[in-house]
């Protein structure tokens, strides 16, 4: 396995962690500001939201100045603690880890259309979300997206289901398809004054349930119910379910490719980005490993991975040649190149 | 070859069946979600009614903050009293934004929701007496107070701006200034009058179903 996947496959665990990280986080805030910690603690000792929330407690204790000293007694700086856990919140959607706010484009041109408004916070947390698309492009999508770390995991079903002899299909309608999707969204979302995108965008369905099944687990812990199954998903979720039914069964990776209106909009904001995936045609054997290993379905051999690309570097780990490789590239760089080496005996 | 055919036939049979079921299954549960085709009976009690939704504090007029709202649960994750809610799928165009059930849990005004929030859906505020997410409204029959079966002051001694928005007279009889209160909801959660609360918020929004009570 290559350095650059075990990097993105650990940066896609660490965002599942803190979606239903942070939701937890937030019970433990509400306990300790109740002043109800110890008591919580100590009725749920030896369930499992009682050790879940334990082990927040001791992780947050070992920060610096979380403890102090009164009386004789080592107890929480209840003011020093609120201020750690408030520091981190949200999921995939929107989040805000310490002084840096972090918003979703699709969320934010929704919120734009459907109010007619432009407040500086949104303004505030596009910048991160925007710079990194713009320089890397469509990274979301391989590095955070949850649905598409899922599918990701759920394309490998795909040999399950050939060997249990059922031939998946693999419908391939156009790629223009999320482009559509996302301009009738957003027409949507003027018409109707209401962020519709969102409803139907996979990481904030998985963003929200996440946030949800922990509420409802914490809530049946308080109402003395420690059962395995916490219950709070909605039906959203059998939502995310068909996609990676779909998936599986009938087109390979379609969410990703055709329809989803949040990556056609990092697509588009990443379509001129300098950093890419790039093909030394010298040193290509025209082996066709990448082609079959892109999650895209985009032909790497061709050095034609346009908007489409999202960088994962799975053609990269698939290359036997070292022809393929992160390097600068695209219109900007190009014509910055042209320019540069443009006098009659510049020669390339 | 016979055989082949009915396997075939079987095929496309489950085809058609996975295709028709789950266009209707998508396209019943779209519009399931988006109108909120449902009984209004699963929402939670102080959801309902005419008393309106209570949003959390610094959140725009309905119509400005169901546009900007991007549903993201931060506001809630920010909430130090645990007090903001957030509506499932069945609420129709509500689903995702928060809500607080004062007689459940009212806000204690820590302001933590209104930086939090990324759209500037909730606007940020400093000072504890700047919310309006609502009003108190007593009901004089059923406050024992005022109705002479008793002498409470629970709501008084609940509120955060005690003889600002709450005063009393005769019995502790409380009387809400409209002008001061914030809606916190902080009386209707202390209420000893458990059934139908004897002091409630009411806001200007729409309640959460048309026609619920």
Redesign the interface.
């Known amino acids: 396995m290559s350095k650059f996947r075990v990097a993105r496959r650990t940066v896609q665990i660490l965002v599942v962690v803190f979606m239903f990280l942070m939701p937890v986080v937030a019970r433990y805030q509400n306990y300790v500001a109740a002043r109800e910690i110890d008591r919580v603690l100590d009725r749920w000792s030896g369930t499992a939201a009682g050790g879940v929330l334990s082990a927040v407690d001791s992780t947050v204790r070992l920060l610096p100045g979380a403890e102090k000293e009164r009386a004789g007694r080592v107890q929480r700086d209840r003011a020093q603690v609120l201020e750690y856990v408030q520091a981190a919140r949200g999921g995939p959607w929107s989040a805000t880890v310490g002084p840096v706010s972090m918003t979703d484009p699709l969320g934010a041109a929704e919120s734009i259309v459907a109010s007619r408004a432009l407040p500086w916070v949104l303004l505030a947390s596009l910048v991160v979300p925007l710079v990194a698309t713009v320089a890397l492009g469509r990274v979301f999508c391989s590095w955070i997206c949850p649905m598409g770390f899922l599918l990701e995991l759920t394309d490998k079903l795909r040999a399950v289901v050939r060997f249990l002899e059922i031939r998946p299909r693999d419908l391939k309608p156009s790629r223009a398809t999320k482009y559509g999707v996302l301009l009738a969204g957003l027409i949507l979302a003027a018409v109707l004054s209401v962020p519709v995108l969102g409803y139907i965008y996979p990481p904030a369905i998985v963003g929200r349930e996440a946030h949800d099944v922990v509420f409802a687990f914490f809530d049946r812990a308080e109402m003395g119910r420690f059962g395995p199954w916490a219950g709070g998903l909605s039906w959203m979720a059998a939502l995310l379910v068909g996609i990676v039914l779909f998936e599986v069964l009938v087109s390979r990776r379609w969410w990703c490719r055709y329809v989803c209106p949040g990556g056609a909009l990092y697509s588009l904001i990443g379509w001129a980005r300098p950093v890419r995936v790039e093909l030394d045609v010298d040193r290509c054997t025209q082996c066709a490993q990448c082609v079959a290993a892109c999650p895209e379905g985009l032909n790497p051999m061709k050095n034609r991975m346009g908007l489409e690309c999202d960088s994962c570097g799975e053609c990269i780990a698939s290359c036997d040649d070292d022809a393929l490789r992160i390097g600068l590239g695209g219109p900007l760089v190009e014509s910055f190149r042209s320019r540069s080496t443009s006098r009659p005996e510049g020669s390339a | 070859m016979s055989e082949k055919a009915t396997v075939l036939d079987r095929r496309e049979f489950f085809r058609v069946l996975?295709l028709r079921s789950?266009k209707v299954?998508?396209g019943g549960?779209?519009l399931?979600?988006?109108l909120g085709l449902r009984p209004s009976s699963a929402l939670p009690a102080g959801a309902r009614g005419e008393l309106g939704i209570v949003r959390p504090p610094g959140a725009l007029e309905e119509?400005?903050f169901?546009?900007?709202?991007?549903?993201?649960?931060?506001c809630?994750?920010?909430?130090?009293?645990?007090c903001i809610l957030?509506f499932?799928?069945?609420a129709g165009?509500l689903?995702?934004t928060p809500y607080i059930v004062p007689s459940e849990k009212g806000c204690t005004l820590?302001l933590?929701c209104g930086p939090?929030?990324?759209?500037?859906?909730l606007t940020p505020l400093e000072a504890r007496d700047e919310p309006r997410m609502g009003v108190a409204v007593v009901d004089e029959r059923l406050c024992v107070s005022h109705n002479g079966t008793g002498v409470c002051g629970a709501c008084h001694t609940a509120c955060p701006l005690r003889n600002r928005a709450i005063t009393q007279d005769f019995r502790n009889a409380p009387h809400v200034v409209p002008e001061e209160c914030t809606g916190c909801g902080l009386c209707e959660e202390l209420c000893i009058v458990r059934d139908r609360r004897a002091i409630r918020v009411v806001t200007d929004r729409r309640p959460a179903r048309e026609g619920a009570t």
């Open positions: 996975a789950g299954g998508a549960g779209l399931y979600g988006l119509p400005d169901l546009a900007r709202c991007i549903r993201c649960t931060e809630a994750d920010a909430c130090e009293a645990q957030l499932g799928p069945e165009d689903h995702g820590c933590a939090a929030c990324p759209s500037g859906a």
